[in-house]
């Protein structure tokens, strides 16, 4: 029997699916396929295969020896964007159908600020659940107060549940053929007794009438306060997530067909590697730019900086993610296409800049605006596009070889690159076409540079204090316009960037996460007693998620000595309006010490992003949820060392030289193939370093060093 050696990451996005193979030495290869939206498992394949074929094996043969392949897919998404979801139905406490028509109004979301601005373009969203099968069902549970002196206690029942509401209900949603059955009820957060009771008869009922029916509870999902965002969570799950796991099931059969012995893992927003039979699977909705975002955490280990901007730059889009702290911030409540969710989700902030966005000159203006439209894969004129985009640009100032694009799999046009932004960019504006097209550059790494740059002064943090991780496809061959615009402590590259999103995917950790809503306040003037007791409590609502995490990953097969967990809070200042999520070290606290230390830890991680004389710890302190991580062990990439090589770089690598414009001048730049490149090589610029998936410019004031982890850090001469 062959060993197990190797971790298979796919990143599937709309355009690419990328692969990053790994062995047990943690030397890796990379693989692409273009994405096959409506069979994922043949572009999953066809990228391992490519993979594969660099190590000299077949596809087959890595599949035999993986010891894991974990696959991020976009089939949810799509079926949200494309209305292709199921049929769904909606049990909700009376009094409350309007809430998935009404949307809280929330029809503003994704609109750029110009546009909130004037109501008339405001729209809501599509219907996720259509009002013939929302039904009402009679019950209430009490929620408490801030006012518990005054108030019932959260979790009592004020009206029963009517069973015949039920029944009634679910007969009629299963008449007009719901595919799946959705239950809400509004306190069920404080006590699911009314729900989960709903959920059983709505399932005795799909049992005796012997249909394929789901029926998904609200605290199954989230057990969480904020109703509305709880609401759209469950229309999701019941949405499209199950036509998102045959997606995925057929990927794992398709693994399972070439000797894959395991269960295929996908990646969840917030950062876990989960088994595709997860029930939550609503919450792997987004996970290419979460797979980014956790090679750098991956990578801050490595680095000397706990402070890493991730910049991942496509075809398509500019993605920006901010690591402090050695810590991803969560999003618990993210705006996702036009809805307001409530489930974890890395913080991502997106503007629509890439190498295929579109160029557009106003001929009356002579003005020039940038997409929003973006040619994806296809480039530009200078391969299957119809207008002119930024692609093209980089082609004509010499920054591509239309001969190595993707190791020479696609041909570049640059003659016909010139001609289209001749006629129409340059003669338009009467300016001369490789002076105007270094301008369009500056455009566009000046968008980018603003992005980064309000990411940070608005959470009043020093760029000056971040290293900066360039990656994606086109990261390094626009690295040399964010290193101008910005004065970021430090810049690394990696030699995988192209894959980086598919590297951080194999870099995920295996853990399921669980988070309920709690309310406590600590006061300086408490207690402790009062303040112990608090701890208490705490500890049993910790106890309880992670009785649940055993459960559910005993469904998986795991045991629950292989688990271990981590605990943290969403804390903040009484009086405040947001919370921080913060991890604790303390999953029992019991005594008043325990909570001090548990306060400690909020205090710590608020000062870690903001000056310490913004603490205000005289206002007292209110926990408003806590949540459990259930961790299993999993192999993740080895970070290799390797011994250097001295600054000089091996012959073998050069290329030659080859002129490129910039700076208003046209120079020659040496041009190196990066996978001949060794650790400890210097390149100076002005030069360019090609590889089979990206390029790397370096100006003529920069060079390069790699370090013993082959890590590319871009200098200052």
């Given at each position: ?20 193979a790994?062995d047990?030495?943690g030397?890796?290869?990379?693989g692409?396929?273009?994405t096959n939206?409506?069979?994922?498992s043949?572009?999953?394949l ?11 094996m077949?596809s087959t043969d ?9 696959y991020?897919?976009t089939s949810?998404?799509n ?7 199921s ?6 406490t009376r009094?409350f159908?309007?809430m998935p ?26 219907w ?25 206690y ?17 007969n009629?949603?299963?008449d ?7 239950i809400l009820t ?8 009314h729900?989960a009771?709903?959920?059983?008869i709505a399932r ?5 009438r012997?249909v394929?029916?789901g029926v998904?509870?609200?605290h ?6 904020s109703?509305?965002e ?6 999701f799950?019941?949405?499209i ?8 099931m057929?990927?794992?059969?398709a693994?399972?067909g070439e000797g894959?012995?395991?269960?295929l893992?996908t ?15 609503v919450e ?13 955490k991956y990578?801050?280990e490595?680095?000397?900086?706990s402070g890493?901007?991730?910049?991942d730059?496509?075809?398509t ?6 690591i ?9 409540s993210p ?13 991502i ?9 579109e160029?557009?000159v ?14 994806g ?6 391969y ?6 930024v ?11 239309e ?7 696609a ?18 504006l009467g300016?001369d ?6 301008k ?7 968008d980018?540079c ?6 940070l002064?608005?959470?009043?943090l ?16 626009h690295?040399?316009?964010l290193?101008?615009?910005l ?13 980086f999103?598919a ?9 399921h ?5 709690v ?6 003037d ?5 303040k112990?007791m ?6 049993m609502?910790w ?11 005993e469904a998986?097969?795991i ?7 981590r605990h ?7 009086g405040q ?6 991890p604790?070290?303390?999953?029992r606290?019991?005594t008043?010490?325990?909570v ?25 302190y ?7 991580e ?6 993740r ?6 011994p250097?090589?001295g ?6 690598a050069?290329k ?20 001949l490149?060794?650790?400890?090589n210097?390149?100076d610029?002005p030069?360019?370093?090609?590889h ?11 060079y390069v ?5 082959k ?6 001469k």
């Amino acid at each position: 029997m062959a060993e197990k050696q190797y971790l298979i990451a796919l990143d599937a996005g709309g355009t690419m699916t990328d692969t990053f193979a790994v062995d047990k030495e943690g030397k890796f290869i990379l693989g692409k396929a273009l994405t096959n939206h409506e069979d994922e498992s043949k572009s999953y394949l066809e990228s391992v295969a490519d993979a594969a074929n660099s190590w000299g094996m077949a596809s087959t043969d890595l599949h035999r020896q993986a010891l894991s392949s974990t696959y991020t897919g976009t089939s949810m998404l799509n079926a949200l964007l494309t209305r292709r979801g199921s049929k769904v139905g909606l049990l909700i406490t009376r009094g409350f159908a309007h809430m998935p028509i009404m949307e809280r109004g929330l029809t503003w979301i994704g609109h750029s600020y110009e546009d909130i601005l004037h109501q008339q373009l405001h729209e809501h969203t599509p219907w996720l659940v259509e009002p013939q099968n929302i039904k009402e069902i009679q019950e209430r549970m009490g929620v408490g107060s801030y006012y518990m002196q005054h108030h019932t206690y959260p979790g009592t029942e004020f009206i029963p549940l009517l069973e015949e509401d039920v029944v009634t209900g679910v007969n009629e949603l299963l008449d007009n053929g719901v595919e799946v059955i959705g239950i809400l009820t509004i306190g069920c957060y404080t006590n699911p007794m009314h729900e989960a009771r709903a959920a059983e008869i709505a399932r005795e009922i799909v049992e005796k009438r012997g249909v394929e029916v789901g029926v998904v509870a609200s605290h199954e999902i989230c057990a969480v306060a904020s109703e509305n965002e709880r609401l759209k969570t469950l229309l999701f799950q019941c949405y499209i997530s199950e036509i998102g796991r045959k997606q995925l099931m057929k990927v794992e059969a398709a693994a399972k067909g070439e000797g894959f012995e395991y269960d295929l893992m996908t990646l969840l927003s917030y950062g876990a590697a989960a088994n595709v039979r997860y029930p939550k699977l609503v919450e792997a909705i987004v996970s290419g730019p979460t797979g980014g975002l956790l090679g750098g955490k991956y990578m801050s280990e490595f680095l000397d900086s706990s402070g890493i901007v991730c910049a991942d730059l496509g075809g398509t889009t500019f993605d920006a993610g901010l690591i402090a702290g050695g810590l991803l911030p969560v999003n618990k409540s993210p705006d996702f296409a036009g809805h307001r969710l409530r489930l974890p989700m890395v913080c991502i902030d997106s503007i629509g800049a890439g190498t295929g966005t579109e160029i557009h000159v106003d001929e009356a203006t002579k003005r020039i605006t940038l997409g929003p439209i973006s040619a994806g894969s296809a480039v530009g004129t200078c391969y299957t596009h119809p207008d002119i985009t930024v692609g093209d640009i980089d082609l004509i100032l010499g920054y591509l070889n239309e001969d190595y694009f993707l190791g020479g799999k696609a041909k570049l046009n640059k003659k016909r690159a010139l001609q289209m932004l001749e006629e129409r960019m340059a003669k338009p504006l009467g300016q001369d076409v490789y002076e105007v097209s270094s301008k369009v550059l500056d455009l566009l790494h000046s968008d980018m540079c603003g992005h980064i740059h309000g990411m940070l002064l608005s959470k009043g943090l020093n760029p000056a204090e971040f290293t900066m991780l360039v990656y994606g496809g086109s990261g390094p061959l626009h690295a040399w316009g964010l290193d101008r615009g910005l004065s970021m402590g430090q810049l690394i590259m990696v030699p995988w960037a192209a894959a980086f999103s598919a590297f951080g995917v194999a870099a995920a950790e295996y853990f399921h996460r669980y988070d309920k809503a709690v309310t406590f306040f600590l006061t300086p003037d408490m207690t402790d007693d009062i303040k112990a007791m608090q701890g208490g409590v705490l500890s049993m609502t910790w106890q309880e998620l992670e009785e649940r995490g055993y459960a559910e990953l005993e469904a998986e097969g795991i045991s629950r000595d292989a688990v271990t967990f981590r605990h943290g809070m969403s804390c903040r200042y009484i009086g405040q309006l947001s919370n921080w999520e913060v991890p604790v070290g303390i999953g029992r606290p019991q005594t008043a010490e325990d909570v001090d230390k548990i306060i400690d830890a909020f205090e710590k991680y608020y000062v870690s992003i903001y000056p310490s004389g913004a603490r205000y710890p005289e206002a007292g302190y209110q926990i408003t949820e806590v949540y459990v991580e259930a961790v299993v062990q999993k192999t993740r990439p080895v970070m290799t060392i390797y011994p250097l090589q001295g600054e000089v770089p091996p012959q073998a690598a050069s290329k030659g030289k080859r002129q490129a414009y910039m700076d208003g001048q046209w120079s020659d730049f040496d041009i190196w193939e990066m996978d001949l490149l060794e650790a400890g090589n210097r390149i100076d610029g002005p030069a360019i370093i090609e590889h089979t998936m990206t390029t790397m410019v370096i100006p003529p004031q920069n060079y390069v060093e790699f370090d013993e982890h082959k890590f590319i850090r871009y200098l200052k001469k």
